[in-house]
């Protein structure tokens, strides 16, 4: 346990930073262009190459090439190296070619992704926009590659502090737009405009991969180009990656539909569509970001290992100890989204061409995601279990499964709902569909290790929603006694319901947690105590 605490604590300090800028990130967009069509148009045209890079590389990296580079590094002769170099020359040839299809591609792309009319303004500037973005994919693609292979090093630092780099250069960007550019007007927006919005994305993102690159270099990798595919293993990666692909094309479909009903809600009420949603869900993945990602990055190097030298013991006793760790923090954060959802998102949205009403619903919107989080993260620890087996295909089945469900749900309230609660409805068919493919992933990855001790994690997690209910309590007194007080939720009042219920309210959970004996809780106040007292 404390050799995974330390391990993630490297990684959530990087992520929390990242998570921090990317907050001043998000914030400083909703100031310079709002949430209304000219945000919607910039959020869809940001959303297309992560979607490109979902098909093609990141779910493959983390179920496909994280275990076979692992795998290199045990059995080839030079350890890996030029089977390293080889998916790096491979990654960085591809991803320029796609890169450039994508740019050409453009409109197509903004047809699968909105439902705008081709000819619309909204239309036009969208298109104009994902030209200038789309060809980060080349330089995030290779810079993902970098991260995974400094990953199967143990060096976690790069990959959670690069973010931070690339963050801090889109601020400047869009600090420089909001104090020259033309404003969130759609109709008055400028080639110029959408060149520096466009352009300045992409350059956060060569900053980002620039980083990741250098920090290969300092552990002693030194890219050689190598062009003997023949050696790259590409049929055995293939025949594993195929399925990672199709998970990804489940996923993206589903995402696809849920940009298209948000635009759709947007075009009928201003304000309630893809830009609410995309920063709600932002927001939404922030807890999962700092604790969760950090904990499965370090765990499926090591679950990989153990399934390859037959430890399932090990394999159960990594995954039950990570879930409980990460369930011990995203429970009462769980419940704070729920509750303080508003508060959250006043201070952050609720500026310059965003007004606090529009601020408001953005979080109503992640009130309703606070009930997908700890399903989300189970889900996601549940997937490396699958992928520790080099088994690609089980979470296509899953996700598949999963994805009809939430496309099912998000059709079913998108019709039943007004269109002013259209995008609550959306994160709603999100949280009740994860949280049954939670159940069924569960199932399936237990009869795969001989059991995942789920009663053990239940009644951990029993006790660790009975140790926050005081916490979710403080946090509801707070929100009624300052809008009964100082009525509705302005920047200041939003600041204070914050201290009182987040950060009190977390000071509480800690409190009555350490006296339940919840031991995950006493591992991590244990260790936060002993750095305090250096």
Not at 91 to 101: N, Q
Not at 128 to 148: D, E, H, S, T, Y
Not at 165 to 177: D, G, R, T
Not at 257 to 278: C, F, I, R
């Amino acid at each position: 346990m404390s050799r995974m605490l330390r391990a993630s604590a490297i990684m959530a300090a990087g992520t929390m930073v990242s998570r921090v800028t990317g907050f001043v990130r998000t914030m400083v967009l909703a100031y310079a262009i709002g949430t209304a069509a000219l945000g919607d148009a910039y959020n869809v045209a940001y959303a297309i190459p992560y979607g490109i890079l979902d098909l093609l590389l990141l779910g493959v990296l983390s179920s496909v090439i994280v275990p076979m580079v692992i795998r290199a590094q045990q059995h080839d002769e030079d350890g890996g190296r030029a089977y390293e170099q080889r998916l790096l020359t491979i990654a960085t040839g591809t991803l320029v070619v796609v890169a450039v299809l994508a740019v050409l591609a453009a409109p197509l792309l903004i047809d699968l992704y909105s439902d705008w009319a081709p000819g619309s303004r909204q239309y036009e500037v969208a298109v104009m926009l994902a030209r200038f973005i789309l060809p980060q994919l080349a330089f995030f693609g290779v810079g993902a590659v970098a991260g995974a292979i400094l990953n199967t090093r143990d060096r976690y630092g790069a990959p959670m502090w690069a973010p931070v780099l690339n963050n801090v250069v889109v601020i400047v960007v869009f600090l420089l737009y909001a104090a020259i550019g033309t404003g969130s007007d759609i109709s008055k927006v400028t080639n110029t405009d959408l060149a520096l919005l466009g352009l300045g994305t992409t350059a956060g993102i060569v900053a980002q991969a620039a980083v990741l690159v250098v920090a290969l270099r300092r552990v002693g990798f030194s890219f050689v180009p190598r062009f003997d595919l023949r050696n790259a293993r590409l049929g055995e990666m293939g025949k594993a990656g195929v399925w990672t692909i199709g998970y990804a094309v489940v996923t993206q479909l589903g995402f696809m539909l849920t940009v298209n009903l948000a635009s759709s809600a947007g075009d009928a009420v201003k304000g309630h569509g893809v830009s609410p949603y995309t920063l709600a869900f932002q927001l939404f993945q922030l807890p999962y970001g700092v604790i969760g990602v950090s904990v499965i990055t370090a765990m499926l190097p090591r679950m990989s290992r153990a399934v390859s030298e037959g430890r399932f013991e090990d394999v159960r006793g990594e995954f039950g100890s990570n879930v409980r760790l990460i369930c011990s923090l995203m429970v009462p954060v769980s419940l704070l989204l729920m509750v303080l959802g508003p508060a959250i998102t006043v201070p952050i949205y609720g500026h310059g061409a965003n007004s606090v009403a529009d601020a408001v619903y953005i979080g109503n919107v992640l009130q309703v995601y606070g009930l997908a989080l700890v399903p989300f993260a189970i889900f996601q620890l549940l997937l490396r279990v699958f992928y520790s087996f080099g088994d690609t295909r089980t979470p296509v089945f899953v996700g598949a499964g999963t994805t009809a469900v939430n496309a099912v749900l998000m059709v079913l309230l998108y019709l039943v709902l007004p269109a002013a609660y259209a995008v609550m409805g959306l994160a709603l068919a999100y949280a009740v569909a994860y949280g049954l493919g939670a159940v069924l992933a569960w199932w399936l990855a237990s009869r795969r290790v001989g059991g995942l001790g789920g009663w053990a994690v239940g009644m951990s997690m029993t006790r660790m929603y009975l140790a926050a209910l005081p916490t979710a309590v403080l946090a509801l007194a707070a929100v009624w006694l300052v809008t009964t007080v100082f009525g509705g939720l302005d920047f200041l009042n939003s600041v204070i319901v914050l201290a009182i219920g987040g950060g009190l309210g977390m000071v509480l959970y800690l409190g009555v947690a350490h006296r339940m004996r919840i031991p995950e809780v006493n591992s991590i106040v244990g260790m936060v105590a002993r750095r305090v007292g250096r």
